[in-house]
């Protein structure tokens, strides 16, 4: 039985940066990223440099009491049409099963309660049905497709389109709140 309360998000640090790098690199995360490339130490610190600055985004660590697991990237923050995406991953690939949903909760109670959002969009590689499976458990809804959106591996890939809406993430979450208790 896993205790969402032993889980906590945090936005990320200069001390969280050597172990988002290895990460970022690692091949079970680059896999199904955007940025596949191996991402020297200069980019990215980079990219931290520039989402330290960037208030349309909030990038946060998952931790388990003081183990970092995973990151969510809150991203493109529109307080005007109320909405946002978000990318995440869980870096660590040692924790136990349900996790990943934990990590879902606390970052939509994130981007719904303390942020003030009404949708969550986000993006999926088509041939990433684990994520496309994941999005649907949390209640996010199919709204496109974008045809040979992304290249990996010299091969085209469509990218699928979802939302979540913050009445129906109200419906959703008490039903993965009482899964959890039974993981």
């Not at 809150?74 to 909405?83: P, Q």
Request: some cysteine; glycine content about 6%; hydrophobic content about 35%.
């Amino acid at each position: 039985m896993l205790n969402i309360n032993n889980y906590q998000l945090k936005p990320i640090t200069k001390n969280d940066l050597e172990v988002v790098y290895q990460w970022r690199n690692s091949e079970h995360i680059k896999k199904w990223m955007y940025t596949d490339h191996h991402i020297s130490w200069e980019e990215h610190d980079q990219w931290y440099r520039n989402i330290s600055n960037d208030p349309s985004q909030k990038v946060m660590i998952l931790y388990n009491i003081d183990h970092p697991l995973g990151v969510v990237n809150v991203s493109n923050i529109n307080i005007e049409h109320s909405r946002c995406y978000w990318g995440f991953y869980i870096g660590d690939k040692n924790t136990i099963k349900g996790v990943g949903t934990i990590l879902g909760i606390l970052a939509l109670d994130e981007i719904f309660n303390n942020i003030g959002l009404r949708k969550v969009c986000s993006e999926v590689i088509a041939t990433n049905t684990h994520s496309y499976h994941y999005h649907q458990k949390l209640g996010f809804i199919e709204e496109g497709r974008h045809i040979d959106h992304v290249s990996k591996n010299q091969q085209f890939h469509d990218v699928i389109s979802m939302a979540l809406f913050s009445k129906t993430w109200l419906d959703i979450k008490p039903e993965l709140l009482e899964k959890l208790r039974g993981v």
